[in-house]
């Protein structure tokens, strides 16, 4: 017997259509419909989501637009305002090419309307590149993310070598878009991965392309996609210094390149592979507050964190900032700093 997923899959295309227009998500960079598209506000969301969830971005995005409300704002705007208004979202090296890329803008006088053109720009890749070009430009071209990798590795059941899936995927994807609705299609994709073709438990009694669908013929949607088994990330570990004198805190500013290059921090010992002996950088009463965990891309790190009221001691490098300067650092400086009692506002 014929199954149902041997339609021609591309009749995927006025289902999910028709699906989006009765579900389509507000969210805060979507307009109503039949109303453009601003590339800087497609952009900006799209390198935000790069690294976070809808619900974490979208405070970020608010306040970014609000404060700088265009392309040429950003790119006018001071490297430490951006990168502190960036503190939280993680990832520092992105932030960098956000500015890089908003002046980069700014120089060419507006966003490059192709997807090629738009891949020329610092930091923008192909899925963003993709992404920009069709909801803002109209260009007939396929956004595919690891939602919509996730939908078409499960409606052709693809069993094969995880990179030669996401080869074929590209391809099939840009067959697919349709003339009329690129950028609808690419948001329809993003909202069936995110809402329903959920990584686990997906909702396929109301999917609107079950019936294309060979995973869920296969009654074993969720076993797709077949990638291949993750390397354990290795660990670090290190010791963070709170000094604290009255309203004020001991910072320092990290190497311009590297991890969280050009951030200020608190003071820490080296990060390494086994733990260390403990050592003070200078004479204080420590009290050791407990340990804190992060999460990088390459390696996890625990700090145990040391804090000190010191009346006279300062370090060979930094200098003292106010409390309120705390929300700024890198969330696993924040976290040190939250665990010493120092940062309310903010709890991750
Ligand atoms: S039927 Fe299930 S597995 Fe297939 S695309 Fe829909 S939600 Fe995903």
Redesign the pocket.
């Known amino acids: 017997m014929r199954a149902k997923s041997d339609q021609p899959l591309a009749g995927i295309v006025p289902k999910l259509l028709a699906w989006f227009d009765r579900s389509a998500r507000t969210l805060p960079w979507r307009t109503a419909p039949g109303v453009g598209r601003d590339p800087y506000r497609v952009w900006l969301s799209e390198i935000m989501l790069q690294q976070t969830t809808v619900p974490h971005a979208a405070p970020y995005f608010a306040a970014f637009t609000t404060r700088w409300p265009t392309v040429e704002a950003l790119a006018a705007a001071r490297d430490d305002d951006v990168m502190q208004a960036w503190a939280g979202l993680g990832y520092y090296a992105r932030a960098r090419n956000l500015l890089k890329c908003a002046r980069e803008v700014a120089a060419r006088g507006g966003f490059p309307e192709t997807e090629a053109g738009l891949r020329t720009l610092p930091g923008i890749g192909p899925y963003t590149a993709g992404a920009i070009a069709a909801l803002a430009f109209g260009e007939r071209t396929p956004a595919v993310d690891g939602n919509a990798e996730r939908?078409f590795a499960?409606?052709l059941a693809i069993k094969e070598d995880w990179a030669a899936a996401k080869k074929r995927i590209a391809l099939l994807a840009r067959d697919l878009v349709p003339e009329d609705r690129p950028g609808a299609f690419a948001e329809a994709l993003m909202d069936?991965g995110a809402t329903?073709?959920t990584p686990r438990k997906?909702?396929?009694a109301i999917?609107?392309?079950?019936a294309y669908?060979r995973?869920?013929d296969e009654g074993e949607?969720e076993s797709?996609p077949i990638k291949p088994e993750k390397i354990a990330r290795p660990e670090r570990f290190g010791i963070v210094y709170v000094l604290r004198r009255g309203g004020y805190i001991w910072v320092v500013r990290r190497p311009p390149s590297g991890l969280l290059g050009g951030m200020l921090a608190l003071p820490s010992s080296e990060w390494s592979e086994t733990r260390q002996d403990a050592a003070a950088p200078v004479d204080a009463e420590w009290e050791v507050l407990g340990e804190v965990r992060h999460v990088f891309t390459h390696f996890s790190l625990k700090l145990d964190v040391w804090f000190a009221e010191t009346p006279d001691t300062d370090l060979p490098e930094g200098f003292w900032t106010s409390e309120d300067e705390i929300d700024g650092l890198p969330t696993v400086f924040a976290k040190a700093a939250a665990l010493a009692g120092l940062s309310a506002r903010r709890k991750r």
Do not use: G, K, T
């Open positions: 939908v499960r409606l069936l329903i073709c997906p909702n396929c999917c609107p392309v079950a669908c995973a869920f949607a797709y």
